[in-house]
């Protein structure tokens, strides 16, 4: 050995990845010089990539060396590995420096030979990265400028097709740093069909815990053991909606039209709404806004049940003396395809799958009915039957005990004189004298990882701070059954900041507050171009609000000079807008440059948003006290237009405190031919405030309020 060579390195692969106490430890022993135990150290294995070979350093101590370089012929090297996995151990070597190569987009060395990408099927594309590193990824940012991660940086990767997260190979590749690549693990992978969860307030994305579902409309549930969620609305006489579940949501819908019935949670629609005295809500209360996006879970779903019917067939389908024996021997997913005319020729149907696998039944044709039949599972759980039908327009479920889930994006599903044993996903749901039981879908035992769209990444180990690193998605790998692949890698180098500061704190360089602690002014540092859309979210903590409580209002405005417009952002508490209070925003092509307004901290609680006056009484009242007999809007409808009215808290004294609010209805009177700019009536007593628009000052039948904020 060299008087140079200070180093022991040894090739390490675990097979997977390894937690945070796992490691590989090295001894020396040479026993014709008295060198009974040489330690080495130990080094941790925490994070490395499984199926690759990742270098391990060990520094000889200087003593150790120099009896290296005497002669001897009885060195023994010890490995200790302690893992709770096999590791694979490899090219142990004394030398100065490692071996040394290039970073290459190859796939891991698993053994196994499904991992091959089909040649006409390496079309996979990312669509979309979420995140810190989004702005990077489009090309907006540079890494050297722009934004900086926290040192375990959650990375969200949205692909043009579902893929088995089982089969993804990432990392995160040290650039200025020493170092070993480090595994990029899926997180909670934003699924097509989310699991329930009983402390979610309404599903970001649906179904989570919801038992009915439509983009549309939920019309004559009679009962539901679970949440009952609808797009446009819920319409319901006399029902029970989740008595059986601890989900908080129980219905969660556009609107609502509900009489004779009981709610067993909360019920959340987007604006503030009255229930009839006939209705009864346990262990809830009315909430109002964040909905889930049913548009966007009606593309993805639909997504979902196009991928399942291209999966082939494992079991056979048979229609024989009126009875359809679907019967498969795999002892995981059980694939069956069912034409809708074998349905409506059986009266019965019986399910001979082995007692733990899954079954998944495509159903094509347009026109589906389940009627007076039988249906046998054969110890299958409900919860592990999915009935797929992508094609159907219509639906029919009656007299019939109906077991399994149903998928069928683009049908209205009649539901009467049945009880449904799952969960129903459709465009619109109808029925009358039905029960819907509460078992969820069971996707993970049904599905895995498979169909995953979006897939949230995190570094195995914590990155080094003040680092660049490579964060690199392989195209090698096939990332499903089918060996598609991505058509080129995805690789965005970036760096981790070097202290624990906030994003804001990171990339707000010019900010001014108000006395109560709110921004008033914030503008975004040199290199950091993120979209307005974003900036809520992303410094929510620094506005001391939710992202969700920014909503625009209207089309921008170009500003004099450069591309730049300027757009107004109003904000609400509990899903109402908040007169006053909110930014003017400058923006350039969608990228946020700086904004200036006044917000209320959402730690101060307004009360209640139900009115007791409503838009129509408002406007009555707003008339009786101008004293208009003859209505503009009346008179000549082609150039004036009935005053609007909006649902707005509004502040008492024009202070930034949520005590000082009281809900209002705000009309606006521009189009209306009168000679005001707009009124309020308040939505507990009535009580009017009209707007002068010479005096441009608020004048009222009772007290005067003093001058009219300015509104953003």
């Known amino acids: 050995m060299g008087a140079q060579e200070n180093t022991v390195w040894l090739d390490v692969e675990p097979t997977q990845v390894p937690q945070a106490w796992e490691g590989v430890g090295l001894a020396l022993r040479i026993g014709s ?167 979610a307030t309404a599903g970001a994305w649906l179904p989570g815990g919801f038992g009915v579902i439509a983009w549309n409309w939920v019309d004559g549930v009679s009962q539901s053991d679970g949440p009952v969620a609808a797009g ?193 996903i459709s465009k619109s749901v109808t029925g009358a004298y039905n029960h819907f039981l509460y078992i969820p879908l ?31 998605v392989q195209s090698v790998v096939p990332l499903d059954e089918g060996g598609s692949c991505l058509d080129e890698p995805l690789a965005i180098n970036f760096r981790v900041a070097e202290d624990g500061r906030s994003p804001a704190e990171r990339e707000i360089n010019s900010r001014g507050v108000t006395a109560q602690g709110s921004p008033f002014h914030f503008a975004t540092a040199s290199g950091i171009h993120t979209l307005t859309e974003d900036v809520w979210d992303r410094y929510e903590d620094y506005l001391g609000l939710r992202g969700s409580a920014m909503v625009a209002r209207g089309p921008g405005v170009p500003v004099e000079q450069g591309s730049a417009v300027r757009r107004r952002y109003s904000q609400s508490i509990g899903g109402t807008p908040v007169f006053g209070f909110g930014y003017f925003v400058t923006e350039e092509q969608g990228v946020f440059r700086s904004a200036f307004g006044r917000v209320i901290p959402e730690s101060q609680e307004a009360s209640s948003a139900s009115p007791s006056v409503d838009e129509e009484e408002a406007l009555d009242l707003l008339l009786q006290e101008l004293g208009l007999s003859a209505l503009p809007w009346v008179l000549d409808p082609a150039a004036y237009s009935p005053p609007q009215a909006e649902l707005m808290w509004v502040s008492r004294t024009g202070k930034p405190r949520a005590p000082d609010l009281e809900l209002r209805w705000v009309f606006e009177l521009a189009a209306s031919g009168l000679e005001l700019s707009h009124a309020h009536v308040t939505a507990s007593n009535g009580r009017v405030f009209v707007l002068d628009a010479k005096e441009d000052c608020f004048s009222t039948n009772a007290a005067p309020t003093g001058n009219a904020a300015t509104r953003p």
């Open 442 to 472: 069971q996707t993970t035992e049904m599905f895995g990882a498979a169909d995953a769209l979006t897939v949230n990444l995190k570094p195995a180990v914590p990155l080094e701070p003040g680092c660049e690193y490579r964060f690199l």
């Open 33 to 199: 010089l008295q060198l009974w135990w040489a330690d080495l150290g130990t080094n941790s294995i925490a994070g490395l990539i499984p199926g690759e070979f990742s270098t391990l350093a060990f520094t000889l101590p200087e003593a150790v060396r120099s009896q290296l370089n005497a002669s001897y012929s009885d060195l023994e090297v010890l490995i200790t590995v302690n893992s709770s996995a096999p590791v694979r151990l490899d090219h142990l070597s004394f030398l100065s420096q490692p071996p040394t190569g290039e970073e290459t987009d190859t796939p891991p060395d698993t053994g196994s030979p499904t991992l091959v990408c089909d040649p006409d099927r390496s079309d996979l594309q990312v669509t979309a990265v979420h995140g810190d590193l989004k702005d990077l990824w489009a090309g907006r940012e540079e890494a050297e400028t722009g934004k900086q991660t926290s040192v375990r940086p959650s990375v969200g990767v949205t692909f043009s097709a579902p893929i088995d997260t089982a089969r993804l190979s990432a990392r995160f590749s040290p650039v200025t740093c020493k170092g070993y690549p480090i595994a990029a693990v899926p997180q909670e992978a934003v699924s097509f069909w989310p699991a329930p969860d009983a402390a």
């Open 232 to 424: 446009q609305g819920v319409r319901l006489s006399s029902f029970s909606v989740n008595g059986q579940t601890n989900q908080r949501t129980a219905i969660s819908a556009g609107s609502l039209d509900l009489t004779n019935g009981t709610i067993f949670g909360d019920v959340l629609t987007p604006t503030a709404t009255t229930l009839a005295p006939s209705v009864s809500v346990v262990a809830g209360g009315r909430r109002v806004g964040g909905l889930p996006s049913f548009i966007e879970a009606a593309a993805r779903l639909s997504q979902l049940s196009a991928s399942l019917t291209r999966r082939s067939p494992n079991g056979t389908a048979q229609l024989q003396y009126a009875e359809l024996l679907l019967q498969g021997n795999a002892p995981d997913l059980n694939i069956f395809e069912v034409a809708s005319s074998s349905l409506s020729q059986a009266s019965s149907i019986r399910i001979a799958v082995p007692a733990t696998a899954s079954v998944l039944i495509n159903v094509n044709g347009g026109d589906i009915r389940f009627e007076e039949k039988q249906i046998s599972l054969g110890g299958v759980p409900a919860g592990r039957l999915l009935w797929n039908a992508p094609q159907a327009h219509s639906v029919l479920v009656r007299n019939i005990a109906f077991m399994g889930s149903l998928l069928a994006t683009d049908a209205v599903v009649d539901v009467r004189q049945a009880s449904f044993g799952g969960t129903l």
